[in-house]
């Protein structure tokens, strides 16, 4: 079996910064694509962004110039760095990721609120 466990959301004020991370645990031969995507509440789930093994990367237009994603391979980990957040940003953010011995497996969520 293999996990997905995310880490780093929060509250946090607009114009802030918030770095969520994503570790996979378990018995893994290769990761393809990683990927963040969110959920507000009342909307469809929708990709913020997405980076290959290789390190290429596109993003949503809502998170073009603010969000950065990077991938540590070594740790089977991905990141996304949030800047200038927005309270448009809120929303439940899931990570996921295409394994070679799993197909695509989806992390369980974690809460990123942006208020004053």
């Known amino acids: 079996q293999v996990q997905l466990m995310e880490s780093g959301g929060g509250l946090v004020q607009p114009g802030g910064s918030l770095r969520l991370s994503c570790a996979a645990s378990g018995i893994i031969f290769r990761i393809y694509d990683m990927a963040w995507h969110r959920q507000a509440p009342g909307k469809e789930r929708e990709l913020v962004a997405r980076i290959t093994s290789g390190s290429s990367t596109n993003y949503s237009d809502y998170v073009k110039g603010r969000f950065t994603i990077s991938r540590d391979n070594a740790k089977n980990t991905v990141y996304l760095q949030m800047n200038s957040l927005k309270p448009e940003d809120t929303a439940v953010y899931y990570c996921?990721?295409?394994?070679?011995?799993?197909?695509?497996?989806w992390g369980q969520g974690t809460q990123v609120t942006v208020s004053s």
């Open positions: 996921n990721a295409l394994f070679l011995n799993y197909g695509s497996r």
